[in-house]
């Protein structure tokens, strides 16, 4: 089968296209016919970092974590996917699980759940990562109606679900931009927009909450922008960060009792940890989608399967909006 592989780390000129064996079925797998794959920082990171990284792969590579696809065959002891049926899932590209820079993969079923009905292949390969990242910190932060939750970073690619989550659990939502795209995207996909570079975060506290703060802040920015959470968040409320590598006093979290959730959604394929936890959240998701909560927002730029090199540097240069997709 064709793949796009790697045979040393570093920039984005290291993918070459190549033929390998075709993937074996195995126990509670499946083998999946991949129609298309997205690009997620962490498979720039992977690339650029290799064993820098101790979840990166060795060499030679077929990177990709996100896909969509067709089964085209079932192993043993599965009974709930048969050939034919569509998929997605988050499923390889790190340690010893081959990634989805190629034609066909074998997928856990634990990490796999049936595609949204009312997604194309592209829309779809767009949103397990994300979905799972911002579904797992808004679910893990209590997540209840008529709360007031602030998306830090909504035009983004895990910001942008996370908002649309956050009004699908009936809350009220508001969210950081930094340009005047970013903010009609958030104003787009129905929360309140805050221009980050005009408004204060006592500001907006004091404007959108009377100065009690925001229930739960979903930080999707994270680094030193989580100081900037802790000011948001009222007393006793909850943070739900993805990028929480930084070091800081954690003096204004103790004196407002609040709780900090880290969420790297990687866990469960590293570690082969509660994998099933996975699969029930892609479940729920392509509920939501296909109940019309949520959608996926896609890159104007489309990438082939040859132009994977491309792809990282579209998202890289950050001028994306929305997720970047490589079609197969």
Not at 185 to 196: F, H, Q, S, V, W
Request: aromatic share 6%; net charge negative; proline share 4%.
């Amino acid at each position: 089968m064709k793949v796009m592989i790697i045979r040393k780390f570093g920039d984005s000129d290291v993918f070459e296209p190549s033929e390998i064996a075709k993937p074996e079925i195995k126990p509670g797998s499946v083998l999946v016919k991949i129609a298309a794959t997205s690009i997620n920082t962490v498979d720039t990171m992977i690339r650029q970092m290799g064993k820098e990284l101790p979840i990166s792969p060795e060499l030679p590579a077929v990177l990709g974590m996100d896909f969509a696809g067709t089964i085209e065959a079932v192993g043993e002891g599965i009974s709930e996917y048969a050939v034919g049926d569509e998929v997605f899932g988050c499923a390889g590209g790190l340690g010893d699980l081959p990634g989805t820079l190629a034609e066909y993969m074998v997928a856990d079923v634990n990490l796999i759940a049936h595609k949204p009905k009312k997604l194309t292949m592209r829309e779809a390969a767009a949103l397990p990562l994300v979905g799972i990242t911002a579904y797992e910190g808004l679910t893990r932060a209590g997540i209840t109606q008529g709360q007031k939750v602030l998306v830090h970073g909504g035009s983004g690619g895990v910001g942008h679900v996370a908002l649309q989550l956050a009004r699908h659990f009936k809350t009220e939502v508001y969210s950081t931009g930094g340009g005047d795209k970013q903010l009609a995207l958030i104003k787009k996909l129905g929360a309140t927009a805050i221009n980050y570079k005009t408004e204060a975060v006592n500001e907006y506290v004091t404007k959108y909450t009377d100065g009690l703060g925001f229930d739960i802040v979903f930080d999707s920015v994270g680094g030193p922008n989580m100081a900037n959470s802790f000011e948001a968040a009222a007393l006793n409320g909850q943070v739900a960060s993805t990028v929480a590598l930084v070091e800081m006093d954690l003096s204004v979290a103790h004196f407002k009792g609040l709780s900090l959730h880290i969420v790297f959604m990687l866990i469960p394929m590293i570690h082969n940890y509660k994998r099933e936890e996975h699969a029930e959240i892609l479940s729920k998701l392509a509920d939501i989608v296909d109940a019309g909560g949520l959608y996926p927002v896609l890159d104007k730029q489309s990438f082939s399967f040859e132009e994977a090199g491309k792809a990282h540097d579209r998202l890289s240069s950050g001028q994306a909006m929305g997720k970047v997709v490589v079609d197969i």
